[in-house]
């Protein structure tokens, strides 16, 4: 059915479908909790790669450390960003020093790294520190 998408729940993993319309308001029919607002996932292995496999929203993802000081000083451009393109994309954050292994097998050279995600494959990637509305014009323009 047109306007329908598959939607994990980033609290229990599970898969629900919601209405293109709906999503702003939906919620897990498993365990009630809200399926996309704008809130910044913080992403472990596991949830980056059901949402990877699962997701159909488009996902963007800050590869940093909490030694960075260009990730630290980003960090509020990236919530601005999350308010900003939800419901219809997801931000999350992988901390590098927590896991490394997801980094490397990114191929993340540098921190801050955004790397966007559609149907699980790499559509665009951007190094450095970025304000709110270069990450906003950025994602939408990769998702064209």
Do not use: Y
Request: with cysteine; glycine share 10%.
């Amino acid at each position: 059915m047109q306007g329908m998408k598959h939607i994990l729940c980033p609290t229990c993993t599970a898969v629900n479908r919601v209405d293109d319309a709906r999503l702003a308001q939906a919620v897990c029919g498993k365990c009630a909790k809200p399926l996309a607002g704008a809130q910044v996932l913080h992403l472990d292995g596991p949830l980056l790669d059901a949402l990877l496999a699962k997701d159909d929203l488009p996902l963007l993802v800050d590869f940093w450390a909490p030694w960075c000081g260009p990730c630290k000083m980003m960090a509020p451009a990236f919530e601005e960003a999350a308010r900003r393109l939800a419901p219809g994309v997801r931000l999350g954050k992988v901390d590098t020093e927590a896991n490394p292994a997801l980094g490397a097998r990114f191929g993340v050279q540098s921190i801050p790294t955004l790397v966007l995600f559609r149907n699980g494959v790499e559509v665009g990637r951007l190094s450095g520190a970025r304000p709110a509305g270069d990450i906003v014009t950025w994602t939408l323009g990769a998702l064209r």
